[in-house]
Structures are given as C-alpha cells and as structure tokens.
C-alpha cells in the first residue's frame, strides 16, 4: 500500500503543480479568517470577552487559519461531478477504491499550501509577538497539535466525502455540500471562538463533530485544553474521525449497488 500512495502521491504532485495557480486562489478563500480576525480586534478594543483579549484574538484566528489551510477538503465537488459525467464508471474497474485517489492529490495540495502558510503564519506573529506569547510552545504540545490537526483532517474529508456519495441518488448534492460548509464555518470556530457562544451551546456542541475540526486543535496550540479534558478531546476527535470513515466505507457499499450513469 506504501508503494501504491507513493505512486499516487508523485501522480497528485503532478496534478497540483499544472494547477499551482489556481490553488493559490482557492487559498485566498481562507483569508475570511483574517476578516474574522479584524472583527473582533475592534470587538475586543474596549476589554476582554469571555477570556480572550486582543491578543488571544490574534493568536486564536491566526492559527485557525494555518487549521482551515491543511484541511481544506473538496473531494465531494470532484466525486459528485465524476458521477454525474460517469467518470467514475471506469474507477470502479480498478482494484483501488476512487476514494485513495482523492487522498493522495488532497495531500500533495497541502505541499504547496506549505511553503505558503507557515511562512505567512510566522510573520504573523513576530508582527504580534504578544499573540506568540498565547501559544504553547512545548515539544509535547506541538506533536499534540500535530496529531490534532491530522483527526481533524480526516472528519473533514470524510464527511466532505459522505455528502459527495449523496450524489449517487440526487443532483442536489452540491447543495448539501454548500449547507454543511455554511454550517461547519459557524459551529466549528472558525467565525469566532466558541466560548462566545452561551454555555448550553457549548456543552452541546463538545459531543458534536464540529469543535474537532477546527476549534479543539487551536485550543491545544493555545494551551487552554489540557489533562483530563484534552485526553477526552482527542477520543472525542478521535471517536469522529472513525465514525466518519465507517460512515462512508457503509454508505459507498449501498450506493455501488444503485449505481447507475454514463458507461456504468
């Protein structure tokens, strides 16, 4: 399998690099975060709110934005178009599930993403060396933010992935895809910290799949989750990641069965 994704992944490289360009436009849908960013600054000019200072502002959106860069998904747009146009029909003739191809060109995007962000999120925050001083620096809290932001990424494009399998039974799959975006900005941090959000909310939302795509992994760069807590995260984020995945490995297996377009 190593062989095969090394394969894969030279393959994805290819691709990204003829489309380099547009993928540094598709980034610049991120810099919503920084706009986010702006917002509460102003908010936040006359004291804190709910524990976060300007500063924690700063620090919070700015590695929310490295966060939303490495996992950008967009498997469901591609899966929804390869059904609808019957590109898939010959996937499926190949011993690899399509799903792996998908993965490996998602991986070999974030090469580029790279070498663009972490340099952009540096400046940041020599800029802000107060928003710096909010981070954790400690070796064993980077590797937990590491393995954070790598369970993060796979909740994401596997249920980016689920909802591009809806379009084995409708055209509206997109539609499914743009709500779940819209919902996903809102309840997972990206618009704002969710200790904005009433008390209630929050306790609710810590046992959705949302915090764990993007808000717990900046909480462990920020060091606001730790012990008890940050062991019960990482099975929460852990828990979603492996409900995800069997999600789609359930759902694909129904809709092969139905599976019919050009060529199949």
């Not at 706009?35 to 709910?50: A, E, H, Q, T």
């Not at 011993?95 to 952009?120: C, M, Q, T, Y």
């Not at 915090?211 to 019960?232: K, T, W």
């Amino acid at each position: 399998m190593l062989r095969i994704y090394a394969t894969l992944l030279r393959m994805g490289w290819a691709i990204v690099m003829e489309y380099r360009a547009q993928i540094v436009i598709w980034m610049t849908n991120s810099l919503l975060t920084i706009v986010f960013m702006l917002v509460w600054l102003s908010i936040s000019r006359d004291g804190p709110i709910n524990g976060y200072e300007s500063a924690d502002f700063v620090a919070y959106f700015i590695v929310a934005w490295v966060v939303r860069n490495f996992t950008a998904v967009w498997a469901s747009w591609e899966l929804d178009y390869a059904i609808r146009e019957g590109r898939l029909s010959p996937m499926l003739l190949r011993p690899l599930h399509p799903i792996h191809h998908e993965i490996a060109i998602n991986w070999a995007e974030k090469g580029i993403r790279l070498f663009l962000v972490l340099p952009l999120a540096a400046l940041g925050l020599v800029i802000w060396p107060e928003a710096a001083a909010r981070l954790d620096w400690s070796l064993l809290n980077i590797a937990l933010f590491v393995v954070s932001l790598a369970l993060a990424w796979l909740i994401l494009f596997m249920s980016d992935y689920l909802l591009g399998i809806l379009a084995f039974w409708t055209t509206q799959a997109t539609a499914f895809v743009q709500g779940f975006f819209g919902l996903r900005l809102l309840l997972s941090g990206t618009v704002m910290p969710l200790a904005m959000f009433p008390a209630a909310l929050q306790q609710v939302l810590r046992y959705t799949p949302f915090p764990y795509m993007l808000h717990f992994s900046v909480d462990i760069a920020m060091g606001r989750v730790r012990g008890e807590e940050l062991l019960i995260g990482l099975t929460l984020q852990l828990a979603w990641a492996l409900t995800c995945t069997a999600l789609v490995h359930l759902l694909w297996r129904a809709a092969i069965r139905s599976y019919s377009a050009v060529g199949a």
